[in-house]
T-cell receptor, first 111, second 117 residues
Framework: AQSVTQLGSHVSVSEGALVLLRCNYS??????LFWYVQYPNQGLQLLLKYTTGATLVKGINGFEAEFKKSETSFHLTKPSAHMSDAAEYFC?????????FGTGTRLQVFP | DTGVSQNPRHKITKRGQNVTFRCDPISEHNRLYWYRQTLGQGPEFLTY????????KSRLLSDRFSAERPKGSFSTLEIQRTEQGDSAMYLC???????????????FGPGTRLTVL
């Protein structure tokens, strides 16, 4: 069985500050890991994914995440937050075809 | 390529009524997925198709729910005798089928928001 835990349902940062959104996963097989972003009343957009290979993955809009097997973590970071980053972020895991999502973290960015 | 489209975008219905949603995947994507997202939660898997075959159904998909993909292109999700607990965003995604064991990226549509009064 697979599961995802996102620590912190809300995160607030100032514009220009570091963004850190936490995700821990559980999987009985080597997982594929993802971060999706959702803007209000819209579908999900893939930010980045880890499948195999390099454990530090870079995505769109300046986001990156590092797969740490020993810590079963896949935290999302961005060095400098922008107002346009305000949205809901979902971590997801997959070993087969379906995605298992966390409960999400709402990111607020203050000027 | 216009992406995954879903219709309608919003649906308000009274308890006990039937509703049907449509999803048009990206052309040539032979896999199609349905997810449900309730307020404050992440999306939950409901079912998926490979071409016209429905390969997996979640236990969340009660007998009142039925999904079809008759010609392997668009899909419909019908909910019979709607209940207030069915109020949610229904998301559709599609993906191409690549080599076995390889990851198939899912592309999501904008969703259909259902409100049951």
């Amino acid at each position: 069985a697979q599961s995802v835990t996102q620590l912190g349902s809300h995160v607030s940062v100032s514009e220009g500050a570091l963004v850190l959104l936490r995700c821990n996963y559980s999987s009985s097989v080597p997982p594929y890991l993802f971060w999706y972003v959702q803007y209000p009343n819209q579908g999900l957009q893939l930010l980045l994914k880890y499948t195999t290979g390099a454990t530090l993955v870079k995505g769109i809009n300046g986001f990156e995440a590092e797969f740490k097997k020993s810590e079963t973590s896949f935290h999302l970071t961005k060095p400098s937050a922008h107002m346009s980053d305000a949205a809901e972020y979902f971590c997801a895991v997959s070993a087969t075809d379906k995605l298992i999502f966390g409960t999400g973290t709402r990111l607020q960015v203050f000027p | 390529d216009t992406g995954v489209s879903q219709n309608p975008r919003h649906k308000i219905t009274k308890r006990g009524q039937n509703v049907t949603f449509r999803c048009d995947p990206i052309s040539e994507h032979n896999r199609l997925y349905w997810y449900r997202q309730t307020l404050g939660q992440g999306p939950e898997f409901l079912t998926y198709f490979q071409n016209e075959a429905q390969l997996e159904k979640s236990r969340l998909l009660s007998d009142r729910f039925s999904a079809e993909r008759p010609k392997g292109s668009f899909s419909t999700l019908e909910i019979q005798r709607t209940e207030q607990g069915d109020s949610a965003m229904y998301l559709c995604a599609s993906s191409p089928q690549r080599a076995r064991g390889a990851y198939n990226e899912q592309f999501f549509g904008p969703g259909t928001r259902l409100t049951v009064l």
